[in-house]
């Protein structure tokens, strides 16, 4: 049979496999995320495999794999340029004291813990800096949901949870480079004046620019120009990035926050989000879970580090947003909220190991097994945390502060 | 009666904005940034738009909050979904939102017209934006006063009047 046919095929049953099942996932207040990575795993070649290995000729062929894992990765650059185009610099400043400092203590504890982990377990320098970016960026979703279904989330733990989340993201994306970069301390100082110009470059030059150019784009008569041309910038970013620190989606990232300054990106927002959450989007959620060889799962070494890895997130960002939160001004009861709301961790995880992956900072059987233990951790950090939430608020909602939960 | 339409036409649109914008700027449904959101909710029973500035002293328009503004503030917060980067709807969302200021449910994005534009470029901004109104703005964003399409529409009629 053509490989096309099969691939139009595949496409079109990620898509609405996706959709479904993700609603399903949110119909039980879980992710819809996780949802489209469920679909990814049983599309996947090693699940069909497990069932029907004779159907599962088609995945190794260049005509399916490269279109299949290109889609991938424009998801990635469109939700990090929707991500900056929704992100306010002025928002950042703005963050509140304890936010601030237990953001930053949040981030450094697991991406230190991460670090040693991989060590001790010999992983070697890269994918141990690689282990310890997995786990630095918090997935604000679902604690603000819980939150929400609790009635606390117009608390202070619930504000300071959302402002946190924004720069979270940010430093999260930032670590993901330095492990990817970070192959000697020689290359790290290379990889510091690489970043700088990347900044310098995209943000310097785009910030000034940005308003010549949405009063150029809005003289240009085509159907959708602006809409083709952001777009088209957001790529252009992407290589520049990707062709100094390895990372499209820092300049995917820095192209959204630069377009985001303008009133004029309004009108390409909404058309914006249609194509990535449509199709691109989504069908990456896909492809990450189709990757999961779940072999791996035969392997106790991948078993321990799935294991560790799950400790370290839990408790590395714990006891760090927790410590933060707590030399912020929280006390400690609000500082252990604030801690346990930091758990869960999704989308900048698997973006990171998308990148290293393709940034070539884990590679063979090595990435397989990260793969494997990052979607381990990715589920069980987002299972565990409304639990866990729930029993860190029981005496405000015991005592009606927080109203009645509706879960 | 065709040359006639032909020639209104031509002549609003080398019209400069400044002569159709309402003199009486106080007139307009104006808010300040720091503002309980209460007020916004009373402002908008009988307006369909406001504008924020920073404060009435300065005049600086920050943003602008229309009546579905307010729908998305006032909607039930767990009908809000969790998609990455879209935390800022829930920001803006007064249930959740504690002490909820006027511009916490804004829009900070404000497509604005220039004083001295002439109405050909005006009339193409509402159309690419798809507004039926825009503040006039001078080059340091202080706010002048508002050009509305009803505006727009009564003018022309006065020139057709005149014309004929």
Do not use: C
């Given at each position: 049979m053509d490989?096309?046919?099969?691939?139009?095929?595949?496409?079109?049953?990620?898509?609405?496999?996706?959709?479904?099942?993700?609603?399903?996932?949110?119909?039980?207040?879980?992710?819809?995320?996780?949802?489209?990575?469920?679909?990814?795993?049983?599309?996947?070649?090693?699940?069909?495999?497990?069932?029907?290995?004779?159907?599962?000729?088609?995945?190794?062929?260049?005509?399916?794999?490269?279109?299949?894992?290109?889609?991938?990765?424009?998801?990635?650059?469109?939700?990090?340029?929707?991500?900056?185009?929704?992100?306010?610099?002025?928002?950042?400043?703005?963050?509140?004291?304890?936010?601030?400092?237990?953001?930053?203590?949040?981030?450094?504890?697991?991406?230190?813990?991460?670090?040693?982990?991989?060590?001790?377990?010999?992983?070697?320098?890269q994918p141990s800096l690689v282990l310890g970016a997995l786990l630095t960026a918090t997935s604000i979703g679902v604690t603000a949901r819980t939150m929400m279904d609790l009635g606390v989330l117009n608390t202070d733990v619930g504000t300071a949870s959302l402002s946190a989340s924004v720069?979270?993201?940010?430093?999260?994306?930032?670590?993901?480079?330095?492990?990817?970069?970070?192959?000697?301390?020689?290359?790290?100082?290379?990889?510091?004046?690489?970043?700088?110009?990347?900044?310098?470059?995209?943000?310097?030059?785009?910030?000034?620019?940005?308003?010549?150019?949405?009063?150029?784009?809005?003289?240009?008569?085509?159907?959708?120009?602006?809409?083709?041309?952001?777009?088209?910038?957001?790529?252009?970013?992407?290589?520049?990035?990707?062709?100094?620190?390895?990372?499209?989606?820092?300049?995917?990232?820095?192209?959204?926050?630069?377009?985001?300054?303008?009133a004029e990106s309004k009108?390409?927002?909404?058309?914006?989000?249609?194509?990535?959450?449509?199709?691109?989007?989504?069908?990456?959620?896909?492809?990450?879970?189709?990757?999961?060889?779940?072999?791996?799962?035969?392997?106790?070494?991948?078993?321990?580090?799935?294991?560790?890895?799950?400790?370290?997130?839990?408790?590395?960002?714990?006891?760090?947003?927790?410590?933060?939160?707590?030399?912020?001004g929280f006390n400690w009861k609000q500082s252990l909220q604030m801690g346990i709301g930091s758990i869960p961790r999704m989308e900048v995880a698997l973006v990171s190991i998308m990148l290293a992956i393709k940034g070539g900072a884990i590679t063979g059987e090595l990435a397989n097994v990260f793969l494997a233990s990052t979607m381990i951790f990715v589920t069980v950090t987002t299972l565990i945390t409304p639990p866990l939430l729930k029993w860190s608020f029981k005496d405000e909602i015991e005592n009606g502060n927080g109203g009645q939960e509706n879960a | 009666m065709e040359t006639r339409m032909k020639k209104t036409l031509e002549k609003m649109y080398s019209m400069k904005v400044d002569e159709l914008m309402d003199p009486r700027a106080w007139d307009m449904p104006l808010l300040q940034k720091d503002e309980p959101v209460s007020h916004v909710f009373f402002m908008l029973r009988s307006n369909n738009h406001a504008w924020v500035v920073d404060s009435e002293k300065t005049m600086k328009l920050v943003g602008v909050i229309e009546r579905v503004d307010l729908l998305r503030a006032m909607l039930p917060p767990d009908s809000l979904t969790y998609a990455y980067g879209s935390i800022k709807m829930h920001m803006k969302n007064i249930y959740i939102k504690k002490g909820a200021k006027v511009r916490d449910v804004m829009t900070s994005k404000v497509i604005t017209a220039k004083g001295g534009a002439n109405l050909k470029e005006i009339m193409l901004k509402m159309k690419k934006y798809e507004l039926e109104r825009l503040p006039v703005v001078d080059k340091n964003g202080i706010l002048l006063g508002e050009v509305t399409l009803k505006s727009v529409i009564i003018h022309f009629t006065r020139l057709l009047r005149e014309t004929g």
């Open positions: 490989v096309y046919v099969v691939l139009l095929l595949y496409l079109g049953l990620a898509l609405v496999l996706a959709k479904l099942i993700g609603s399903l996932f949110e119909h039980f207040r879980l992710p819809a995320v996780l949802g489209e990575i469920t679909v990814g795993v049983l599309l996947g070649a090693s699940f069909i495999g497990l069932f029907m290995p004779g159907l599962t000729w088609f995945y190794p062929k260049d005509e399916f794999k490269y279109p299949v894992e290109h889609i991938g990765h424009i998801g990635i650059i469109l939700l990090l340029f929707i991500s900056g185009m929704e992100t306010n610099l002025k928002t950042i400043k703005k963050t509140g004291k304890v936010a601030m400092i237990s953001t930053v203590i949040g981030v450094l504890v697991p991406f230190i813990l991460g670090y040693m982990a991989g060590i001790l377990m010999g992983y070697g320098q720069m979270d993201d940010f430093l999260g994306i930032f670590a993901i480079i330095i492990a990817i970069g970070a192959t000697s301390a020689w290359a790290m100082s290379i990889l510091g004046i690489k970043i700088t110009l990347l900044i310098v470059v995209e943000l310097g030059i785009g910030l000034f620019t940005v308003n010549y150019l949405v009063k150029g784009m809005e003289r240009v008569k085509t159907t959708k120009a602006m809409l083709g041309i952001s777009l088209g910038l957001m790529l252009i970013f992407s290589s520049f990035a990707q062709f100094t620190v390895q990372a499209a989606i820092e300049g995917a990232f820095f192209a959204g926050i630069i377009l985001g300054t303008t009108i390409i927002t909404d058309d914006i989000k249609a194509l990535s959450y449509g199709f691109f989007i989504p069908l990456f959620f896909v492809y990450i879970g189709s990757l999961i060889d779940l072999n791996v799962f035969t392997d106790p070494k991948a078993i321990i580090l799935a294991v560790v890895i799950v400790i370290i997130a839990i408790v590395g960002k714990v006891v760090g947003r927790a410590a933060g939160a707590r030399i912020g | -």
